[in-house]
């Protein structure tokens, strides 16, 4: 017989309040819990949309240190062969090497690579966006291998200006807006110690390209040094889009081309204006450098390694810089690194004229001339958030276009008209001088956004992340309430 029917007859055999006290164990025991609590419940074991898990912390190192080389070693083959085109510059002008061509036609060329790569920045970002990060690597691989081997055939200037300024600026901008952002995305507290690691990428580049430039043309000539710079290019670009990796989807990073409403946060604006005066500034120098050199009388060979020099200045500054921000404050180390880029030119180069003090102020100005590259990623992420920093930086390559297209045909303009080049030193130490003074007003918005939001969350204001992620309206508040008292904040001393 079944279990089912022993416990029947047992049931049977029992007394009637035994019978009754069997039964009312069996009865489930009604819930006595009010019907707001569970909906309570229920409502706690629903997601809401509205508060999104945060994105995993970063790892603050491991294969970052991997994508930072890699980005190094593209910076080098990106920024660092298009600093060598001061070495260029100069061979073009002493040789007459394409004739009829004008010193202005020439500062365009070198020019418009820079131009253009900020100018495609929307198309790259929207590039990596549907294509991924190493596909569109693979494309800018493609432009400047094409740039460099179509300049080695150019016979007029007009062809110089397709291959090695628009060509070159294109493919520049494709591998600097895809691999730009990677870095900070894989640190935390050594985020712009990797970064500085990451842009001296550019200044060895510089160095080792602007010597081996001057020496290939005087051996292979110009042809073959084009050809040459293709192939090595081409060949480490392509290991190093093997090798990155992103962490895009974690950080859930917007990606936006045109996140146009950043421009009303006028912190933000300063950021810009930081950029834009700093670039009219710093291409004076890559490029003027190598033909000031000889204008004071020196050889060829002697201007190519001023420029070496002075690449390799960018090349040691950068990582110090990128260390120390992390300790004294990012906007901080910023702010002080513009100001000594402006203080060196009006102090240092206007006093240049002899072998020795050029190589002086190549060295120790080089050290803090492009701050603003150093710098501008762990910056922006300070100033928009982390996950804005894509949008954010793609806007401000838009914004520099123009200076970086104009700020060395005004520095040879400058020059024809006054034959002499202490205005455009000049003109390079004050347009530092002017970035320095936007960060410093930006420094103050950043201490007072600290402070806000230290106060609307009951925290100290150590307790703080600089790196606003915009979690809750008392992020957004502590921005707004920053903008308050940033002239007044400004002279304070605080890490930011």
Same mark, same amino acid.
């Given at each position: 017989m079944s279990s089912h029917g022993n416990n029947r007859e047992k049931v049977e055999d029992a007394s009637p309040s035994d019978r009754d006290d069997s039964v009312k164990s069996e009865v489930p025991t009604p819930r006595t819990e009010p019907i707001a609590t569970v909906a309570t419940?229920?409502?706690?074991?629903?997601?809401?949309?509205?508060?999104?898990?945060?994105?995993?912390?970063?790892?603050?190192?491991?294969?970052?240190?991997?994508?930072?080389?890699?980005?190094?070693?593209?910076?080098?083959?990106?920024?660092? %062969?298009?600093?060598?085109?001061?070495v260029f510059l100069a061979h073009y002008l002493s040789t007459n090497t394409f004739p009829h061509a004008t010193a202005l036609e020439y500062a365009f060329v070198g020019s418009l690579s820079i131009s253009c790569a900020m100018l495609v920045s929307? %198309?790259?970002?929207?590039?990596?966006?549907?294509?991924?990060?190493?596909?569109?690597?693979?494309?800018?691989?493609?432009?400047?291998?094409? !740039?460099?081997?179509?300049?080695?055939?150019?016979?007029e200037i007009w062809q110089l200006f397709l291959s090695q300024g628009i060509c070159f600026g294109i493919g520049m901008g494709f591998l600097f807006v895809a691999s730009v952002g990677i870095v900070?995305?894989?640190?935390?507290?050594?985020?712009? %110690?990797?970064?500085?690691?990451?842009?001296?990428?550019?200044?060895?580049? $510089?160095?080792?390209?602007?010597?081996?430039?001057?020496?290939m043309l005087r051996t292979v000539g110009l042809a073959?040094?084009? *050809?040459?710079?293709?192939?090595?290019?081409?060949?480490?670009?392509?290991?190093?889009?093997?090798?990155? *990796?992103?962490? #895009?989807?974690?950080?859930?990073?917007?990606?936006?081309?045109?996140?146009?409403?950043?421009?009303? *946060?006028?912190?933000?604006?300063?950021?810009?204006?930081?950029?834009?005066?700093?670039?009219?500034?710093?291409?004076?120098l890559i490029f003027s450098l190598a033909n000031y050199a000889r204008t004071v009388?020196?050889?060829?060979?002697? @201007?190519?390694?001023? !420029?070496?020099?002075? #690449?390799?200045g960018q090349a040691l500054g950068r990582p110090p810089i990128g260390y120390f921000s992390d300790s004294i404050g990012r906007i901080n180390m910023a702010t002080l690194m513009t100001f000594l880029a402006g203080l060196f030119s009006l102090v240092i180069w206007t006093f240049a004229k002899?072998?020795?003090?050029?190589?002086?102020? !190549?060295?120790?100005?080089g050290t803090v001339a492009g701050t603003f590259w @150093?710098?501008?990623?762990?910056?922006?992420?300070?100033?928009?958030?982390?996950?804005?920093?894509? $949008?954010?930086?793609?806007?401000?390559?838009?914004?520099?276009?123009?200076? !970086?297209t104009f700020s060395e045909p005004i520095a040879l303009e400058i020059v024809a008209g006054t034959r002499s080049y202490l205005g455009t030193q000049l003109f390079t130490g004050f347009m530092y001088l002017a970035a320095a003074g936007c960060m410093l007003l930006m420094?103050?918005?950043?201490?007072?956004?600290?402070?806000?939001?230290? *106060?609307?969350?009951?925290?100290? /204001?150590?307790?703080?992340? /600089?790196?606003?992620e915009e979690a809750d309206d008392r992020d957004l508040l502590a921005k707004a309430g920053g903008r308050t008292g940033m002239l007044a904040n400004c002279i304070l001393w605080r890490k930011v």
């Open positions: 419940v229920a409502e706690k074991q629903q997601p809401t949309s509205a508060s999104p898990p945060p994105p995993p912390p970063p790892p603050n190192g491991g294969y970052g240190w991997v994508c930072t080389i890699c980005c190094a070693l593209i910076n080098a083959h990106t920024w660092g %062969l298009n600093s060598s085109y001061g929307p %198309l790259a970002t929207l590039s990596v966006r549907l294509l991924g990060t190493r596909n569109t690597l693979f494309i800018g691989i493609g432009f400047e291998t094409a !740039s460099l081997l179509g300049a080695s055939w150019a016979k900070p995305q894989w640190f935390t507290t050594k985020r712009s %110690l990797a970064n500085g690691f990451a842009t001296c990428g550019s200044g060895l580049g $510089g160095l080792v390209y602007s010597l081996a430039t001057g020496a073959w040094a084009f *050809r040459i710079l293709a192939i090595v290019a081409f060949s480490v670009n392509t290991i190093c889009a093997l090798l990155i *990796r992103d962490r #895009n989807k974690q950080i859930g990073a917007t990606q936006l081309a045109f996140d146009t409403k950043l421009f009303k *946060r006028p912190e933000y604006l300063l950021f810009n204006f930081w950029g834009f005066f700093s670039i009219l500034a710093y291409v004076v009388g020196l050889t060829a060979a002697q @201007a190519s390694i001023i !420029s070496a020099l002075f #690449n390799l002899s072998y020795g003090v050029l190589i002086f102020y !190549s060295l120790i100005g @150093a710098t501008c990623a762990p910056v922006a992420a300070e100033v928009v958030g982390l996950k804005h920093v894509a $949008g954010a930086l793609n806007l401000e390559w838009l914004f520099i276009v123009l200076p !970086s420094r103050g918005w950043k201490i007072g956004e600290v402070e806000e939001l230290a *106060r609307l969350k009951g925290l100290e /204001v150590e307790e703080v992340d /600089v790196v606003g």
